[in-house]
């Protein structure tokens, strides 16, 4: 067993929990994983409920913090269960992409050289995944234990949610009070923890193609080398390339209408936060709701700039090769590889917008822009 597939299967209980979270595959898992999803829906579905309730016993309407804290939560909400039914249809594309996965790490090169690029870029995947997993759910679970604790400091922000049936005679006494402010801490705990659990699943998936895409660079910069001593080094970069372009594809067809929405809530939390913070200088609140929106896309925008540049470069490796010194038919093979790679590959959101670091500044400008026209109104 090499050393990559022994630590890719001490990871796989936790992978595995992940994609069964991201597609909703329920029943076939453990219970124990199958009891935590399935309350991290019910939890989140009461929760969603609860702030529609809060909403719609609005008397009279005016756009403040509390308002503009529901809207967010709801729209994050509405994110959490979208992904998780785009996820539930889309159940098919996740066991592919991670069965081929599975198969990249259990694969085994004769050439000890090759060996040691697919160890080196592997490991590396699974300690950044192992570093976002920990320090990710963490930072979350944190900054939701925070927004908590600072909106009981503030009452005059308010509740954010409503619980029906309570008798007019507990809202006045001050352990209720208190409670409620520790249930709303708590909901917002858990879908903070919620979203971030399922953006470190698509981190994994995103960390393996990146990892696949950097083996098959330094295949290629080895072309000079190994073609010399291995006749069919040539298909073995064919086939390590089919594959890239298959797990990128299968990725972008996972996120793409998810990714979609998260870049519409980005722009949306942004122009919010911005208005509130040019009026609000000192809100710390403002501050976390700009760093919260920030959260909801910029690293899928990352992963995307990160799959676009790689991709991109792969051609860009291949003409500093020997081409020229090949045999005729070696040629022939080499211009297939190259045309695969002047393709370009990349992650787009509804199939249309590209998503990269690009995409996300261009929504930052135009969030600061609306920003700017509605505080100008409102002089």
């Not at 702030?51 to 719609?56: D, F, G, S």
């Not at 708590?186 to 895409?213: H, K, P, R, S, W």
């Not at 760093?291 to 910029?298: D, F, I």
Request: with cysteine; charged share 20%; net charge neutral.
């Amino acid at each position: 067993m090499t050393p990559q597939l022994e630590e890719f299967l001490k990871a796989k209980p936790r992978i595995d929990f992940l994609i069964a979270y991201l597609s909703l595959k329920v029943p076939s898992g453990p219970r124990k994983n199958c009891f935590v999803i399935l309350f991290w829906v019910f939890i989140n579905i009461l929760f969603f409920f609860f702030v529609i309730l809060h909403l719609l016993h609005f008397e009279n309407f005016n756009l403040n913090f509390n308002t503009l804290i529901t809207f967010l939560s709801i729209g994050g909400l509405i994110e959490y269960g979208f992904r998780l039914l785009v996820g539930l249809f889309k159940r098919q594309k996740f066991e592919k992409l991670l069965l081929n996965i599975g198969e990249m790490y259990k694969e085994q090169q004769e050439d000890e050289g090759l060996e040691q690029i697919s160890k080196k870029h592997l490991m590396n995947s699974l300690k950044v995944f192992k570093f976002c997993d920990r320090v990710g759910i963490r930072l979350f679970v944190t900054a939701g234990v925070l927004s908590g604790v600072y909106f009981r400091l503030n009452e005059d922000y308010g509740l954010m949610f409503e619980l029906p049936f309570i008798a007019s005679d507990f809202k006045d006494n001050f352990l209720w009070n208190n409670f409620l402010y520790a249930l709303q801490g708590f909901f917002y705990v858990y879908m903070a923890t919620a979203l971030m659990t399922l953006d470190v699943g698509i981190v994994f998936l995103g960390l393996q193609v990146i990892a696949e895409i950097n083996i098959l660079r330094d295949y290629m910069k080895m072309l000079n080398e190994k073609i010399k001593t291995d006749p069919k080094f040539l298909k073995k970069i064919i086939k390590r390339h089919c594959s890239v372009i298959e797990n990128v594809n299968l990725l972008n067809e996972i996120i793409s209408e998810t990714s979609f929405y998260q870049l519409i809530l980005t722009c949306n939390a942004l122009l919010f936060g911005m208005t509130f913070l040019i009026t609000y200088a000192t809100g710390i609140g403002n501050y976390m709701i700009i760093m919260c929106g920030a959260s909801l896309s910029l690293p899928i925008c990352v992963f995307g700039e990160i799959i676009k540049n790689k991709t991109d470069d792969l051609s860009d490796n291949l003409y500093l090769t020997n081409w020229y010194e090949l045999s005729l038919k070696d040629q022939k093979t080499f211009l297939i590889i190259l045309r695969m790679a002047q393709r370009e590959y990349g992650l787009k959101a509804a199939g249309m917008y590209d998503v990269n670091l690009y995409t996300f500044i261009q929504i930052s400008k135009i969030a600061f822009s609306y920003c700017a026209v509605l505080y100008s109104l409102s002089q």
